[in-house]
């Protein structure tokens, strides 16, 4: 009997062994197909796929030179998601036309596929709505003419380039490098004006030379912006592309800048903040770009135009001035610089100018005056200047 139950008991085990067994077998098989297509996804994609992080899962972006696209898409669990997705892309060329490109899903390769126009532009803006499961996911992407490829690339070598943590530059904005370049960029927070200073190796401001600088901005609404360089009237002591400047539309903070460059034959781009086979947050509780300070430059080009005008206004100003006045009631006085005329008085102020007041009844309290005095006729008086 004793041998009976303990060959039932150990017939149980073997069954309850046999199914765990199985089990496991079929949760590595899964693990096993999973990473599969995972390896797939990533192999179909390309190296120099660029990621964004939304707050349901990542979606990676292969944009080609030739417009060509490949996306893939995951869940928060980082499983790929292959049922029930498709998706736009928004393409906006340099002229600001817009073209509506379909994302569809390829079954063999787990991606969404997409053919859009060729990249000519140094910055292309391509917008995207993704439909997974019925929920949308949007972002924008500002792409140079060599594709992700070119930005995933040009992040690899800023990397080796790096900054120390918070280094600002020396006028308070933020420095990123951009190929060879090391730039400093920061906008007014009350005019939306933008400025990016070109900087040597101990960050001192040198000429811009023949850089053009175009910005993809990624904020309340999407936008492009070239900047030009600034011209030596723009304001009172400022040498001609001592930097380059243009406006933006900011509110706030933008979630993305994406800054390229073009020096001659030469172009290069970064995406600030971004680090190659980091994903970049986009969601609502992303970090954003801090560019936005307060400035002075309202108030230095407010005071420049206002010296502008004095100093225009003392060229119209001859320094002898005559005033005449009746015989008798003559006088002289000494004094420089300015001369107000206010009618019906005239008010000399130093430094020298010689005054004669000629009018009938004329009241003058004192026969001479001295270097600081002033003369006032009444509104009969003739004014005259010679």
Not at 215 to 244: E, F, I, R
Request: proline letters at 6%; one cysteine or more; glycine letters at 10%.
């Amino acid at each position: 009997m004793k041998i009976t139950k303990l060959s039932g008991a150990f017939a149980l085990l073997l069954i309850a062994a046999a199914a765990a067994c199985g089990k496991g077998e079929e949760q590595q098989v899964e693990a096993n197909a999973t990473a599969e297509v995972t390896a797939t996804a990533e192999s179909a994609i390309g190296e120099g796929a660029y990621v964004e992080e939304h707050e349901s899962g990542k979606a990676a972006f292969n944009v080609a030179a030739d417009g060509s696209v490949k996306a893939a898409v995951t869940g928060p669990d980082g499983k790929p998601i292959r049922e029930d997705v498709g998706g736009t892309l928004l393409w906006k060329d340099a002229s600001g036309e817009e073209k509506s490109v379909p994302l569809t899903f390829d079954a063999k390769t787990g991606l969404l596929v997409a053919a859009g126009p060729k990249l000519e532009a140094d910055l292309t803006q391509i917008g995207y709505t993704l439909n997974v499961a019925g929920k949308p996911w949007s972002g924008t992407l500002h792409v140079p003419a060599g594709g992700t490829a070119e930005l995933h690339a040009n992040a690899k070598g800023a990397a080796d380039l790096a900054l120390p943590e918070g280094k600002l530059g020396p006028h308070g904005g933020r420095i990123e490098i951009v190929g060879d370049d090391r730039l400093e960029l920061l906008v007014d927070e009350a005019t939306g004006e933008v400025r990016v200073y070109v900087l040597d190796v101990d960050l001192k401001p040198v000429d811009i030379g023949e850089r053009k600088v175009t910005l993809g901005v990624v904020a309340d609404a999407p936008q492009v912006v070239v900047l030009a360089p600034v011209a030596a009237t723009a304001a009172a002591g400022v040498a001609a592309g001592a930097y380059l400047t243009g406006k933006l539309a900011l509110a706030a903070d933008p979630l993305k800048v994406t800054m390229a460059v073009r020096h001659g034959a030469r172009s290069a781009v970064a995406l600030c903040g971004y680090r190659p086979g980091v994903a970049f947050a986009v969601h609502a509780h992303a970090p954003r770009v801090k560019v936005r300070m307060k400035t002075d430059w309202h108030a230095h080009a407010h005071a420049h135009a206002h010296a502008d005008a004095d100093l225009k206004a003392k060229a119209r100003i001859d320094p002898k001035v005559h005033v005449h006045a009746a015989p008798g009631a003559a006088a002289r006085a000494n004094a420089k610089a300015h001369v107000h005329v206010k009618a019906p008085s005239v008010r000399v102020t130093p430094p020298s100018v010689n005054v004669q007041i000629k009018a009938p009844n004329v009241s003058i309290p004192k026969p001479s005056f001295k270097a600081s005095a002033s003369a006032r006729a009444s509104a009969g008086a003739k004014v005259g200047t010679h």
